[in-house]
């Protein structure tokens, strides 16, 4: 069978014919006839070295923004095409960072699976691995026992990374706005919420925490006080974060009625998350679809009507204390009991401790599986080498991840690992909005709409 | 073992829902195997279709699908192939001539409204025959707080799918994406071409038939293979 068996004929591009080194100033850059005329490459130097078109010619400045630059949020490409400092139309150029995390999925076990998603949108760990294990729950039909600490675990562990990913997003886009003290702030207040996951899980990203059945381990000694002494002290920051900029004039002049795009434009083009509700529309997963318990939290779902991106940066400000105040509840509602599911057949057999040797099984795990029963070593061995087998069939299951639906397609063959999976994820989503932003506005407001838009790049090419 | 006899279809399986055929229970043969289970043979059997009632809104929605069909003289079972109901998720598999009329009627329906597109990914079924490349849509209704999913199966030799762009705008890079990672090809879609490939990669790195890649890696006396040739328990 043929992997390609389509080709396009080429009546439909246009005649190119490369012409670099001999006309061009330096052998990266030259000059090409097309059917729309002469096209020159230019790279590095001076605006006063670009030979200008020859009279009459009509001049089309297409620029690249990125890969490589500071303020397109990692690595992604920006195809600006600009009169003066007006962009007349823009693209967004991905691909850059594909990994192919879901066809590698396919060779791994369903509890491997963990490791590779919580590496996709690397500033929401949490919630990709959460995703994932809920849509791999489902197909196992085991959503009801999954125990009820390991639930609130999850949504502690969720509405942390929450602020963390908000904070980032303040962070870096203060930073492409001039803002570098709000970077500042952001980044100090995101090692708060890091310090948390690394106690609980060993790192600080990519943590591999939560698994299919529950989570991989208990919060350790000591870890419920430390989020709890944590939260007053992230209260009193974030709100000095937002006091840098939420009424700071430069800020608004940057932010106010640019990046506009309204309801209508969010639903044709299937954004969500705080894009959304800037629109005033109240859509929030955790409300609308509850998940993980969370009909049991109050919180409140933050809009505001504004559309911009001053409207977006100040939901993001209002929804971290919300997620405060859903870790508050979860904190209350921790009740001592097992993290991972009864079924023996599915649940992860060992708990992790720190030995002398750096992380690894508990000793008390490995006391008996290695001289008190066989029976749970073969079990042991079988479920690491080999994993359990979901039933076949196909599910979708969905989180409210700080940048929209997060929602997670999974089939199975019946066997022990992943048939396919493929992730929706909103940043892939929510970047095609990039030139229904900024078609029509200065390349300044580029910068502003794309931080508000909050891609992060592992996301968007997975 | 893949000389093994390829077994009947079991009694009261649909032949639509067989995906493949499972040989043996290791991923490895000529091993020496004297348990038995190497020599399974089983076929791997998706969950069957459901029939009325559906139970829940299920029936609702369907009313209203078949309803708004028959209004753009179109027969339900003319369009709709299946309808499957696992886990509690409804899916129609749809056939690919309807697929702007189902569409359409899914997001104009004033009792259906599924205003929002998730989205469109492929799933490779190498082993069905006439209808190896399946596209996977994904709608979300707010008004109604519900979610369908819609499955349009096509051939490996004809992989082509009318683009649902004009009707949802977001699914342009939805199926590019498809488009470069299983070759399915969505008639009508403004610029059809590889989105997180390079624009000149041969094949389509999702199918089942392309290769994962790697390379060994070596330890202090001993190698492991790539992933895709290690024993893999299917």
């Given amino acids: 069978m043929s992997t390609d068996n389509v080709t396009y004929s080429s009546a439909d591009e246009p005649d190119v014919e490369y012409s670099s080194a001999d006309e061009g100033p330096d052998a990266y850059s030259g000059s090409y006839e097309t059917t729309e005329g002469r096209v020159y490459t230019v790279s590095g130097g001076d605006w006063d070295t670009i030979s200008p078109a020859p009279e009459g010619e009509h001049d089309r400045i297409v620029v690249n923004m990125g890969p490589q630059h500071p303020s397109t949020h990692g690595v992604l490409r920006l195809i600006l095409e600009i009169d003066g ?378 | 073992m893949t000389d093994a006899p390829v077994p009947a279809v079991p009694e009261g399986v649909h032949e639509l829902d067989i995906i493949g055929v499972r040989h043996g229970a290791f991923g490895a043969s000529g091993s020496g195997d004297t348990s038995g289970f190497g020599g399974l043979v089983e076929p791997i059997v998706m969950p069957a279709p459901a029939t009325r009632p559906f139970g829940g809104w299920f029936d609702e929605v369907s009313d209203e699908i078949e309803l708004s069909l028959e209004a753009r003289n179109l027969p339900a079972t003319g369009v709709i192939e299946k309808v499957v109901i696992h886990r509690g998720e409804i899916t129609y598999h749809v056939r690919r001539e309807h697929l702007v009329a189902f569409a359409t009627a899914l997001r104009d329906e004033p009792g259906l409204r599924f205003e929002l597109c998730l989205g469109v990914d492929g799933v490779h079924y190498p082993d069905e025959e006439g209808r190896e490349l399946h596209a996977v849509y994904h709608f979300l209704s707010i008004t109604h707080n519900n979610r369908v999913r819609v499955e349009v199966s096509v051939p490996d030799g004809d992989p082509v799918i009318p683009s649902l762009v004009a009707l949802f705008p977001t699914l342009d890079w939805h199926e590019r994406e498809t488009w470069d990672m299983f070759g399915i090809v969505f008639e009508g879609h403004p610029a059809l071409t590889r989105i997180l490939m390079p624009d000149d990669w041969p094949g389509h790195p999702q199918r089942k038939d392309y290769p994962l890649g790697g390379i060994p890696v070596e330890f202090k006396g001993a190698t492991t293979p790539p992933p895709d040739q290690r024993r893999s328990y299917n």
């Fill in chain 1, 85 to 462: 400092e007006n962009v007349t139309e823009a693209r967004a150029g991905i691909g850059y960072l594909h990994t192919g995390i879901e066809k590698n999925m396919e060779f791994r076990s369903w509890v491997q699976g963990v490791t590779f998603v919580t590496r996709m949108d690397y500033l929401t760990p949490m919630f990709n691995e959460t995703a994932y294990c809920l849509a791999v729950e489902k197909a196992l039909d085991i959503t009801e026992q999954v125990p009820e600490r390991a639930t609130v675990i999850r949504v502690i562990m969720m509405e942390l990374n929450r602020i963390a990913s908000h904070l980032v997003a303040l962070a870096t886009g203060g930073m492409e706005l001039g803002a570098l003290t709000a970077m500042e702030f952001g980044f100090r207040e995101r090692e708060l919420v890091l310090d948390i996951f690394e106690m609980v899980s060993g790192l600080r990203m990519n943590s591999a925490y939560v698994r299919p059945g529950g989570v991989a381990q208990d919060l350790p000694p000591g870890g419920e006080q430390k989020i709890r002494d944590t939260i007053p002290l992230l209260r009193k920051r974030l709100k000095d974060t937002a006091d840098l900029l939420v009424d700071n004039s430069i800020w608004m002049g940057r932010t106010v009625g640019i990046g506009y795009l309204d309801l209508a434009g969010c639903m044709a083009l299937g954004i969500t998350g705080p894009i959304l509700r800037s629109t005033g529309l109240p859509y929030d997963l955790r409300k609308a679809q509850p998940y993980c318990g969370y009909e049991n939290y109050e919180f409140d779902v933050i809009t505001k009507d504004t559309s911009d991106v001053y409207g977006r940066f100040l939901i993001r400000i209002e929804e971290m204390e919300q997620s405060l105040r859903i870790v508050e509840q979860a904190l209350d509602r921790l009740k001592p009991g097992p993290v991972m599911v009864e079924d023996k057949k599915i649940a992860w057999p060992a708990q992790l401790s720190i030995g002398s040797d750096g992380q690894g099984n508990s000793p008390e795990h490995i006391q008996k599986i290695m001289a008190e029963s066989m029976e749970a070593l073969i079990h042991h061995f079988k479920l690491v080498t080999e994993g359990f087998r979901v039933p076949t069939g196909q599910v979708y299951a969905a989180v409210e991840s700080p940048k929209g639906e997060l929602g997670c397609h999974l089939v199975s063959s019946g066997g022990t690992r992943p048939y396919r999976v493929h992730f929706r994820d909103p940043s892939f989503t929510n970047l095609q909005s990039v030139a229904a932003m900024s078609e029509g506005s200065m390349i300044s407001d580029v910068i502003a709409a794309v931080a508000s838009i909050d891609p992060v790049m592992g996301g968007v090419d997975r």
